[in-house]
Every structure is written in C-alpha cells, then in structure tokens.
C-alpha cells in the first residue's frame, strides 16, 4: 500500500481516480447530531439483540457474541447472513467501534454492511483516522467516498440508514444496477449513487447476474465491532425466489 491508498490498481469506470487511488481528495469533516431511530410498525425485525436466530454463518448458525442489546464480532469466526432475503429496501442499523483504539487506516475497527451479501458499505473507525477515501467509514468501498465524514468518535453508537434499489437482470444481461442513498448518522453521504458493479479490494468487479433478493451480510475483518437495532422494510414489488 502506498501511503493512504494505492496507485497500481485499475481505473474506475468513468472517473479520474483509480480504486484506493491515494490521491483522491478525503470528505471533509461534519459532525452529526444526536439521533435514535426505533423500528417502525411496519418492519421486518433482522436483529432485536436478544439472539442470532435469524442469522447463518460460515459453519452454520452464527457464532457471534450476543450481548447487552447488541451483537459482537468474534474474530475469525466468519461474516454472517440473514436468513431472511429481500431486494429493494429501506435498511436500518447501528453500529459501534472499539473503544480502545487499536492499528490505523484499514486496520482500526474494519467490518463491513453487505447488501445483497455481495455490494459493500464500509464500516470503520474513521474518526481522525486516515485512510484511502473510497474505504473510509460509510464508504462503497472502492467505489465512492462518502460526500462527508460524519464519524461519532470510537465507542459510540452510529446509525446507517439505507435505501437500496436492487440491480435488474434479463437472463444474464444487467438491465439496470443498484442504486444506493445513504445517511449516516443522519447526514447525507450518498445520494441515490449508481454502484459499479459488487465491491471488492484492488480491482473493479462487474456486474453478474444473481437473484432478485439476497441476504444482509456482516463482516468478521478481525475487529471487534458491534451492531445492533437492525431492520428492513421492503419498498415496492419484486419477484421472490
């Protein structure tokens, strides 16, 4: 890695900036306001902190910690998947990293909000924490910096409020992507961006054709971050499968 990113990975589609392009400018700085966001009637309940039940991992059920209202990661245990699969959404959760600062850049508080299990949304500690700007918290990583940086210090709790339009496919042809609007910690981050294809590190990744719903994935990077409060509704029609 050179200094806060790279310089020898493809180019975007479309943009001046390579993927992790170190160069590319960092958001500025906003600090958000104090907000809790309880489910409305009408939603799908992923997690109400009490168990992992609704949730699969790498060698089955879940193997998190499940705590005080809030799930933990557990190191090198896996990501986890809902059991439940949707596609266009309205997506809520929150999230905590460590308290006790450990490593820098990629390397302090790192997990990571999959829609689909396949397009990532950043989660980090990117308080006063440099990184590459299309990998810092709130991120589609790789993708898009957030328009700000409106990072809670560590420790605290911080809300992703998400609204997500799933990509379409006829056969094996994309007949239009994903779309992603995105509110941290109740500031605007993103605003109804068009993603590039699933997320991935040092490369660009097109577009495959895959099922009209997926599974929200959470990601075990080796850090002890939290989550808890999550839930979906579902925004309009799509076809079950």
Same mark, same amino acid.
């Given at each position: 890695?050179?200094?806060?990113?790279?310089?020898?990975?493809?180019?975007?589609?479309?943009?001046?900036?390579?993927?992790?392009?170190?160069?590319?400018?960092?958001?500025? *700085?906003?600090?958000?306001?104090?907000?809790?966001?309880?489910?409305?009637?009408?939603?799908?309940?992923?997690?109400?902190?009490?168990?992992?039940? &609704?949730?699969?991992?790498?060698?089955?059920?879940?193997?998190?910690? #499940?705590?005080?209202?809030?799930?933990? *990661? *557990?190191?090198?245990?896996?990501?986890?998947?809902?059991?439940?699969?949707?596609?266009?959404?309205?997506?809520?959760?929150?999230?905590?990293?460590?308290?006790?600062?450990? !490593?820098?850049?990629?390397?302090?508080?790192?997990?990571?909000?999959?829609?689909?299990?396949?397009?990532?949304?950043?989660?980090?500690? &990117?308080?006063?924490?440099?990184?590459?700007?299309?990998?810092?918290?709130?991120?589609?990583?790789?993708?898009?910096?957030?328009?700000?940086?409106?990072?809670?210090?560590?420790?605290?709790?911080?809300?992703?409020?998400?609204?997500?339009?799933?990509?379409?496919?006829?056969?094996?042809?994309?007949?239009?992507?994903?779309?992603?609007?995105?509110?941290?910690?109740?500031?605007?981050?993103?605003?109804?961006?068009?993603?590039? !294809?699933?997320? !991935?590190?040092?490369?660009?990744?097109?577009?495959?054709?895959?099922?009209?719903?997926?599974?929200?994935?959470?990601?075990?990077?080796?850090?002890? #971050?939290?989550?808890?409060?999550?839930?979906?509704?579902?925004?309009?029609?799509?076809?079950?499968?």
């Amino acid at each position: 890695m050179s200094k806060l990113g790279y310089d020898d990975t493809p180019l975007l589609p479309g943009e001046q900036w390579q993927v992790h392009d170190f160069r590319r400018p960092q958001p500025r *700085v906003v600090a958000p306001g104090k907000e809790c966001c309880q489910p409305p009637a009408d939603a799908v309940i992923l997690f109400d902190g009490s168990n992992l039940s &609704g949730w699969t991992g790498r060698d089955g059920d879940a193997a998190w910690k #499940v705590e005080n209202g809030y799930m933990e *990661v *557990v190191p090198r245990t896996g990501n986890i998947s809902t059991r439940e699969r949707f596609g266009d959404c309205q997506l809520h959760l929150e999230f905590a990293c460590p308290t006790e600062i450990k !490593g820098e850049s990629q390397g302090r508080g790192n997990s990571g909000v999959f829609m689909m299990g396949l397009y990532e949304i950043q989660v980090l500690d &990117g308080y006063d924490n440099p990184t590459y700007a299309d990998g810092i918290t709130a991120s589609v990583y790789g993708e898009y910096p957030p328009l700000v940086n409106s990072c809670r210090p560590p420790g605290e709790w911080q809300t992703y409020e998400i609204i997500w339009t799933a990509p379409r496919f006829s056969g094996v042809d994309l007949v239009s992507p994903a779309y992603l609007t995105l509110l941290h910690n109740g500031v605007l981050v993103h605003n109804h961006v068009e993603l590039m !294809g699933p997320t !991935g590190h040092r490369n660009v990744y097109p577009y495959q054709a895959h099922a009209p719903t997926g599974p929200l994935m959470l990601q075990d990077h080796g850090d002890l #971050v939290r989550f808890r409060n999550i839930w979906y509704r579902p925004i309009g029609t799509y076809d079950q499968e």
